[in-house]
């Protein structure tokens, strides 16, 4: 298993920032894509932003402009911050790791892909 720690949710007025952190711990060897993604309430879940380790970033369109995902590979940490928040931006968001390659409790490589627990931004005055 690849515990996904994310930290970094709040409360915040609309134009405000606020930036998520989330941390995967292990023996890792490789992870081949992080991003986030979001739910809000009655909604299902979407994809926020990702990156891959080739460089390729994607972006929600409502978030175009506004969000910027980063990585440390070097931590296996993925990074979201957001600017300009706005109410509708509201919701929890979770971390996914896709492609991990890591050190199982068994003595084996193995490869699976995680999700962190989620936590809650709430953008309103």
């Known amino acids: 298993q690849v515990p996904l720690v994310e930290s970094g949710g709040g409360l915040v007025q609309p134009g405000g920032s606020l930036k998520l952190s989330c941390a995967a711990s292990?023996?890792?060897?490789?992870?081949?894509?992080m991003g986030w993604y979001r739910q809000a309430p009655g909604k299902q879940r979407e994809l926020v932003a990702s990156g891959g380790t080739g460089g390729i970033i994607n972006y929600a369109d409502s978030v175009k402009g506004r969000f910027t995902i980063s990585r440390d590979n070097a931590k296996n940490t993925v990074f979201l911050q957001m600017n300009s928040l706005k109410p509708e931006d509201t919701a929890v968001y979770y971390c996914k790791a896709d492609g991990v390659t890591f050190l199982h409790w068994d003595g084996t490589r193995r490869r699976s892909d995680y999700w962190g627990q989620g936590t809650q931004v709430t953008v309103s005055s």
């Open positions: 292990g023996v890792i060897f490789s992870i081949n894509a």
